[in-house]
């Protein structure tokens, strides 16, 4: 969903606890104002080796972020803990807890930002990805979605047998997919009696349900677990086994350019063209 922002002056100190919005706010034009940055805030490339890192998304260093004397603390409630954002909270500091779980919240958040720093620039460039996502939406009306199976984690039960946790329709990723061309088999997918909206959001599933749905593609990121060939051939083999149907189209990619929003979209938009071409 779309959260307001918490404050109405430009901020002159400010650090993001989640890698995509460092990232988008560098591509808008504010990383002067940036001071600090997790550890996992890599892009834009060279641009965030001078801001200081406080630590990862879920083990931020509460020191470190008060040593900095933030105004502003750009965080997400999927990423980051709540219980970080009480102690910075009660130490006065402003935090806008991001939770975009659509295109469109993650558009609003970014025009929230351009805004916030009263940036004509930033404006343009967010108009150019509104204008993206219309061509986008105009098209996808006419061609027929193709099923997807797309895991985000992987673990094993008790038993040893494999399980993905995959996402549902109330997510940034399946809204992002669907615009490409994609239909999740998961999209109504919920474990029952489940009071963690974590869970409900990203349950967990197994071989059978998987194979029962047969998608017609596999979309394979490389974050936050990193799938790789080995996955691919076991899911092939799974396939084969199963004799349930046609082995699905295997494709390894990029996990940014699914999991993360922010201006990140622009590239999603251009590398995820024909992802669901199956022929």
Not at 127 to 155: G, T
Not at 187 to 203: G, M, S, T
Request: aromatic fraction near 10%; glycine fraction near 6%.
């Amino acid at each position: 969903m779309h959260t307001p922002l918490p404050i109405d002056l430009q901020p002159e100190r400010v650090i993001s606890l989640v890698p995509s919005m460092t990232e988008s706010m560098f591509d808008l034009g504010f990383g002067k104002w940036m001071v600090g940055c997790t550890d996992y805030c890599i892009y834009p490339q060279g641009d965030v080796d001078r801001l200081k890192k406080i630590g990862g998304p879920k083990n931020i260093d509460i020191k470190s972020v008060l040593d900095l004397k933030p105004d502003f603390v750009i965080a997400n409630q999927e990423e980051n803990r709540i219980e970080d954002f009480q102690v910075l909270k009660d130490y006065g500091i402003m935090i806008w807890e991001t939770f975009p779980i659509s295109v469109r919240d993650s558009m609003d958040d970014l025009w929230e930002l351009a805004g916030l720093f009263h940036s004509e620039h930033a404006g343009r460039i967010i108009r150019s990805l509104e204008d993206s996502l219309d061509w986008l939406n105009a098209s996808s009306e006419e061609i027929e979605k193709v099923s997807y199976f797309c895991p985000v984690w992987k673990q094993f039960n008790v038993a040893g047998k494999v399980q993905w946790m995959v996402f549902n329709k109330n997510t940034y990723m399946d809204d992002l997919l669907g615009k490409l061309g994609g239909k999740n088999i998961f999209a109504n997918h919920q474990l029952e009696n489940v009071n963690d909206e974590k869970k409900i959001r990203y349950p967990m599933i197994g071989e059978a349900d998987l194979c029962a749905l047969q998608p017609d593609v596999i979309i394979l990121p490389d974050e936050p677990y990193s799938f790789d060939i080995s996955d691919e051939q076991d899911l092939t083999q799974l396939f084969v086994d199963s004799k349930v149907g046609n082995i699905p189209k295997m494709i390894r990619v990029d996990g940014s350019l699914i999991m993360w929003h922010g201006t990140r979209l622009a590239r999603s938009l251009n590398e995820l063209q024909g992802v669901f071409q199956i022929n």
